[in-house]
């Protein structure tokens, strides 16, 4: 694979832009969603990530940062072979929500070569992050709608998504 820089701002300038074009039509989705949107939503996820290496971008893990469960803190604790007091002490806050996230970013765990360096055990937002792969992809819109600006995968993905659907229609 060859090295290709992606051009974070022109991604996150084009998904501002088109927010509110974004915002309507994954609001159709909802309202009617096409039988075979599943399948399509794998299609054009497989399609998107043969297209952008995360690895040369890296801006979730830069700017976003995961909730934590209980599950993560445990399987990562454990993996540092740490207690969870002091995983959570040295890496955890509760934030505004309640929810457990990095006390700062970008992500500690982040390598200078944008690899993780617990990838076998980051937590599950990680490992599901941009959400882009999921059945019933109209649930969860208002994240698939804030990801575009941060993550250029999930900006190619709604609209291509978008271009698909008005094809076939």
């Known amino acids: 694979m060859t090295h290709k820089t992606i051009d974070l701002e022109k991604y996150r300038q084009l998904a501002l832009q088109k927010q509110a074009e974004h915002r309507k039509f994954l609001a159709s989705l909802k309202k009617k969603a096409p039988k075979h949107l599943d399948k399509l939503v794998q299609?054009?996820?497989q399609e998107v990530f043969e297209e952008i290496d995360c690895t040369e971008c890296a801006n979730c893990c830069q700017r976003l940062g995961p909730l934590f469960t209980e599950a993560d803190i445990s399987r990562i604790a454990k993996h540092f072979r740490m207690k969870l007091s002091v995983f959570?002490?040295?890496?955890?806050?509760?934030?505004?929500?309640?929810?457990?996230?990095?006390?700062?970013?970008?992500?500690?765990?982040?390598?200078?070569?944008n690899l993780c360096s617990i990838y076998?055990?980051?937590?599950?937002?990680?490992?599901?992050?941009?959400?882009?792969?999921r059945?019933?992809?109209?649930?969860?819109n208002h994240?698939?709608?804030?990801?575009?600006?941060?993550?250029?995968?999930?900006?190619?993905?709604?609209?291509k998504l978008k271009r698909e659907l008005s094809q076939s229609l």
């Open 143 to 159: 994240l698939t709608l804030k990801n575009t600006p941060t993550c250029p995968a999930a900006y190619l993905f709604v609209e």
């Open 135 to 140: 059945k019933k992809i109209y649930q969860i």
């Open 88 to 113: 959570e002490e040295l890496y955890l806050r509760v934030d505004e929500d309640k929810d457990k996230v990095f006390r700062s970013m970008p992500c500690p765990f982040l390598g200078e070569d």
């Open 43 to 45: 299609k054009i996820h």
């Open 120 to 133: 076998d055990v980051r937590p599950k937002a990680c490992r599901e992050f941009p959400h882009t792969d």
